[in-house]
């Protein structure tokens, strides 16, 4: 429908505003709408139409494959209806039977794992079970059982507590002292403890160190009691060298008249002398040493047998 704008335009000076005017104006407007209005009737009763047959059409078109859709339904319903029947589809708790899972076979040799399939993880806990029992495979009876196995712990630790010396050890089996006596094999420490009770501290007996020679070393690791025979003027040197503390003493027997000079005693540390003493002299003259060692010094005192 063309545009009449130009027919309606009003120009200052030049369109009179008068009743013609305006009803002319108004009068073309209104029968253009009347025109617009009825040709939407028409449109809607054509589009009504048209939504019409077009729906029947694709009803007639869809009617077969609805049917046919409609008899697939009808047929899986009742294929499923029967799988329940026969166990097939388990919907419910409690409908899982031996003959729904089938056999299974477990391999003893897999690698357990937190997530695998019902074979797998059979197989890896029965792998896990021979591992335990040690046995050639999963079935094999274990060497003892759990129970055996606390009852011999129990047992173990009862024995171990036990003071009653089940397995009759003797003193001498484990190098110690009886309580009725013994020898021991090794020094004894007391940890700077009293040893108390001794009626009497007997000693193996002298250490015979032989000849003095021109010179001799008498270690007081040696023993606590020892001899020598004076056979020459000669220097004799007391070792302390690893000894501890105590008292020892020295028999010398002169062979003759032969002096000494000693090395490792102080001088001024001789009880009873100014100075260092003289050995006794004379074939078979005897001379005893008492030397005291409190760890890191000695002092002596020296006695003559047989003369002042």
């Given at each position: 429908m063309p545009r009449q704008f130009e027919r309606y335009r009003f120009r200052d000076g030049v369109t009179p505003?008068?009743?013609?005017?305006?009803?002319?104006?108004?009068?073309?407007?209104?029968?253009?709408?009347?025109?617009?209005?009825?040709?939407?009737?028409?449109?809607?009763?054509?589009?009504s139409t048209v939504s019409d047959q077009g729906l029947e059409r694709v009803a007639e078109a869809m009617s077969g494959p609805l049917a046919d859709l409609a008899a697939s339904v009808e047929a899986l319903a009742a294929e499923v209806l029967s799988a329940q029947e026969a166990g097939m589809i388990l919907d419910a708790?409690?409908?899982?039977?031996?003959?729904?899972?089938?056999?299974?076979?477990?391999?003893?040799?897999?690698?357990?794992?937190?997530t695998a399939t019902l074979t797998e993880l059979l197989s890896g806990l029965a792998n896990r079970i021979k591992a335990i029992t040690g046995g050639l495979n999963w079935r094999a009876n274990?060497?003892?059982?759990?129970?055996?196995?606390?009852?011999?712990?129990?047992n173990s630790a009862?024995?171990?507590?036990?003071?009653?010396?089940?397995?009759?050890?003797?003193?001498?089996?484990?190098?110690?002292?009886a309580t009725t006596g013994g020898t021991l094999s090794g020094a004894v420490a007391m940890g700077n403890n009293a040893l108390t009770g001794v009626k009497a501290l007997g000693y193996a007996g002298e250490v015979d160190n032989g000849n003095s020679g021109s010179a001799k070393t008498i270690s007081l690791t040696s023993g606590a009691m020892q001899k020598i025979?004076?056979?020459?003027?000669?220097?004799?040197?007391?070792?302390?060298?690893?000894?501890?503390?105590?008292?020892?003493?020295?028999?010398i027997v002169n062979a003759g008249y032969y002096t000494?000079?000693?090395s490792g005693l102080s001088v001024s540390r001789w009880m009873g002398s100014s100075g260092v003493p003289a050995v006794a002299g004379g074939a078979g003259a005897e001379t005893v040493v008492t030397m005291i060692f409190n760890g890191a010094n000695l002092v002596q005192r020296m006695d003559r047998i047989g003369t002042a």
């Open positions: 505003l008068s009743e013609d005017t305006f009803n002319r104006i108004l009068s073309d407007v209104d029968l253009r709408i009347a025109a617009l209005e009825a040709l939407q009737v028409d449109w809607a009763a054509a589009l708790p409690g409908t899982v039977t031996d003959t729904n899972l089938g056999t299974r076979t477990v391999v003893d040799t897999t690698v357990a794992n937190d274990p060497a003892t059982t759990l129970a055996a196995v606390g009852t011999a712990v129990t009862n024995h171990i507590a036990s003071t009653t010396n089940p397995h009759q050890t003797t003193a001498a089996q484990v190098g110690a002292l025979a004076l056979t020459a003027t000669a220097v004799l040197t007391i070792s302390t060298s690893g000894a501890v503390s105590g008292t020892y003493m020295l028999r000494v000079t000693w």
